[in-house]
């Protein structure tokens, strides 16, 4: 097919069918994101020779939005995509956080200083911060400057003397 509209029929009438929409419906419903399906699913039909790789990139978007209406319409809520790597860091490093904060917290109430501590003070301030979401995205990538009052020395390759 060089068509992208008689490959796009194809796999339409291929997918109109209940049987495979009901299993398309247990892997999405399963937490399976809908790209890494849709792309398997137009890769294989390159790689059986049915198209080429320019008219799977072109029906791509109609057949992520057929499946996903269809899952809509099943009650199943889709994931487009697989989770951002950088934000599942980023959660990750928050939990570790909150968790060092309860820890540091539950033991300065073992040893009954959290009243008198302002560390504790400071520790369930960035508790509820982080409770209410972190702060903005333009505060966590702040540049901490240190300003003197001598100019700072060449450095480098370039910055040598003669």
Not at 142 to 157: K, Q, Y
Request: hydrophobic letters at 40%; aromatic letters at 4%; charged letters at 25%.
């Amino acid at each position: 097919m060089v068509d992208p509209e008689e490959a796009t029929k194809y796999y339409i009438n291929k997918m109109a069918n209940d049987d495979v929409m009901d299993d398309f419906a247990v892997l999405l419903d399963g937490g399976m994101p809908l790209a890494p399906l849709v792309k398997t699913l137009l890769t294989t039909g390159v790689m059986n020779g049915m198209h080429s790789i320019d008219v799977s990139i072109i029906i791509a978007p109609v057949i992520h939005s057929f499946i996903k209406a269809a899952m809509t319409s099943y009650g199943i809520e889709v994931r487009d995509d697989i989770v951002d790597p950088a934000e599942e860091i980023k959660q990750k490093e928050k939990a570790r956080l909150q968790t060092a904060i309860s820890i540091a917290m539950a033991d300065a109430q073992e040893k009954g200083t959290e009243q008198d501590d302002p560390g504790i003070a400071m520790l369930q301030q960035l508790e509820m911060t982080l409770e209410e979401g972190g702060p903005a995205e333009n505060e966590t990538d702040m540049d901490m400057e240190v300003s003197t009052d001598e100019p700072a020395e060449p450095m480098g390759l370039m910055a040598k003397g003669a």
